[in-house]
């Protein structure tokens, strides 16, 4: 495996249910983040983790809950969303926690909740 | 103001030409400058970066900067169909961090 790997690569759950995203790089990076995609709008930042330390929280929701384990991994647990979190959430990897060679991004996860 | 700006689009274009793409960006202290081409369903790949004033020339790309004016562009010589896509602009902040920010991306379609 080589690159950002997320699974799964689609998600539909109902609004009680509890599941997680997965994320692994295999570049050797220090530093993992989650992104979120809607239509019609930027990516926003939601996470960033260097060293597997959380550095930035930009003020997500607590129905959002990341956990990185190592370097190499990170997740982001889901519970009790709604119909607007629906989108693609993408994970990416950096060199660094400068970002200054920019990122490698996963394939994403694209969640539907209803 | 949004703190990166760029033409939603669609731009469109034939093929063999030039397609022009332009991002402005709100913050002087902006430092590393990156382009992502993101196909329809798909995540966002990167294609360029520029750090410095100028030009920097990658195949069939050229990535433009500057910085007085607060200006970046990307420039698809001999445009082909499977250029069509939409290309975000990225800008990394003096004192972002790792963030980077995002324009919401233009749109490009190149017809046969």
């Known amino acids: 495996e080589t690159g950002v790997t997320q699974t799964p690569r689609h998600l539909v759950m109902g609004m009680t249910n509890k599941k997680s995203l997965k994320c692994e790089q295999h570049?050797?990076?220090?530093?993992m983040y989650w992104y979120k995609q809607s239509a019609k709008k930027p990516l926003e930042l939601m996470f960033v983790?260097?060293?597997?330390?959380?550095?930035e929280n930009n003020s997500v929701p607590s129905r959002f809950s990341p956990e990185c384990p190592n370097s190499s991994h990170l997740f982001l647990h889901l519970h009790t969303l709604q119909p607007e979190d629906s989108a693609l959430y993408l994970c990416?990897?950096?060199?660094?926690?400068?970002?200054?060679?920019?990122?490698?991004f996963g394939s994403g996860t694209r969640l539907t909740v209803v | 103001q949004k703190e990166v700006e760029q033409n939603s689009g669609p731009l469109s274009v034939p093929e063999g030409a030039i397609a022009s793409l332009n991002c402005t960006y709100s913050?002087?202290?902006?430092?590393?400058f990156f382009w992502y081409r993101q196909y329809s369903g798909k995540s966002p790949e990167l294609i360029m970066s520029?750090?410095?004033?100028g030009d920097k020339e990658d195949g069939r790309f050229t990535a433009q900067l500057n910085k007085a004016s607060q200006y970046v562009s990307l420039l698809i010589r001999d445009s082909q169909p499977s250029d069509s896509a939409t290309y975000l602009c990225?800008?990394?902040?003096?004192?972002?961090?790792?963030?980077?920010?995002f324009g919401e991306g233009t749109q490009l379609t190149v017809n046969p």
């Open positions: 983790y260097n060293f597997k330390e959380q550095t």
């Open positions: 570049l050797g990076h220090n530093a």
């Open positions: 990225a800008v990394k902040r003096e004192t972002s961090g790792s963030r980077l920010t």
């Open positions: 913050d002087r202290g902006s430092q590393s």
């Open positions: 990416a990897s950096s060199r660094d926690g400068q970002g200054g060679y920019g990122y490698t």
């Open positions: 520029i750090y410095s004033n």
